[in-house]
């Protein structure tokens, strides 16, 4: 089974997070297949818009801390490196889409995850979505822009506080800080996606592409991407700590 799914119909592309029975947590096999499936939706000119979606009852709860304790002691370093180093490629290529990217986000997003939802130029979220960092319980590093994009989303005092506090963001709370454009039902979140679909493709596509590029000029994503590798340098400095181990041990203990 692909760990990551993707559908193409038409002008529209749905790219499916898809390990539901691991909350769709991020291991270098998922985000290695987001890599490949998000190059050929950016090489094929004729697509209008992505949904980005997944699979379960969560979104995706960021790196898997079972998969990093697996890791021997001595080797987390390396495998961060290739997770937290995809992540951050798949986070640039979802903002560097030509296209509008619309995130159909039904359940939690923690952790390095919130890079997606970030990437997303509309969202739609249920009221069973919350926002919650954990790095701090963990005893990891911020990565998935929590500090390289969510400060200059939200502005840098609540950023702070969030993360610092471990305070999980409910639904309405999400929508009320712009991380999410429209909080709806379960029921109506298809539909919601649909209406937006019917929008964005019914554009004139260059003059999406144009407004698209605008939005993110060269230096600006020039500085999200040193900050995403600042995230990740600071990661690998970390992963391989005494906090870093015993914390993963506490959290697996207590999810056990």
Request: hydrophobic fraction near 45%.
């Amino acid at each position: 089974m692909s760990l990551a799914r993707l559908d193409i119909a038409g002008p529209v592309a749905r790219l499916t997070l898809n390990r539901p029975e691991r909350h769709n947590s991020l291991v270098p096999a998922l985000v290695d297949t987001l890599k490949q499936d998000l190059a050929r939706i950016a090489a094929m000119p004729d697509l209008r818009a992505l949904v980005l979606q997944a699979e379960g009852r969560s979104f995706s709860t960021g790196g898997d801390v079972g998969g990093f304790f697996a890791v021997p002691r001595g080797q987390r370093r390396a495998y961060a490196d290739g997770l937290v180093g995809g992540l951050n490629d798949c986070i640039l290529a979802l903002l560097d889409l030509p296209m509008p990217v619309l995130g159909r986000i039904q359940g939690p997003v923690t952790g390095g995850s919130l890079g997606f939802l970030l990437a997303c130029d509309l969202a739609a979220i249920t009221p069973q979505v919350f926002i919650q960092p954990y790095y701090t319980e963990v005893g990891f590093s911020p990565d998935g822009g929590w500090t390289a994009l969510l400060p200059t989303r939200i502005g840098d005092a609540a950023a702070r506080e969030i993360q610092l506090r471990n305070r999980r963001i409910a639904a309405t709370e999400i929508v009320q800080l712009g991380l999410a454009t429209t909080l709806v039902e379960p029921e109506a979140l298809d539909a919601t996606i649909d209406g937006w679909l019917a929008e964005v493709v019914a554009k004139q596509p260059g003059a999406m592409r144009r407004t698209k590029t605008n939005l993110l000029p060269p230096a600006r994503r020039a500085a999200i991407a040193a900050a995403l590798e600042m995230e990740k340098q600071s990661f690998l400095e970390q992963i391989d700590s005494e906090e870093a181990h015993h914390g993963m041990a506490r959290f697996l203990a207590k999810s056990a």
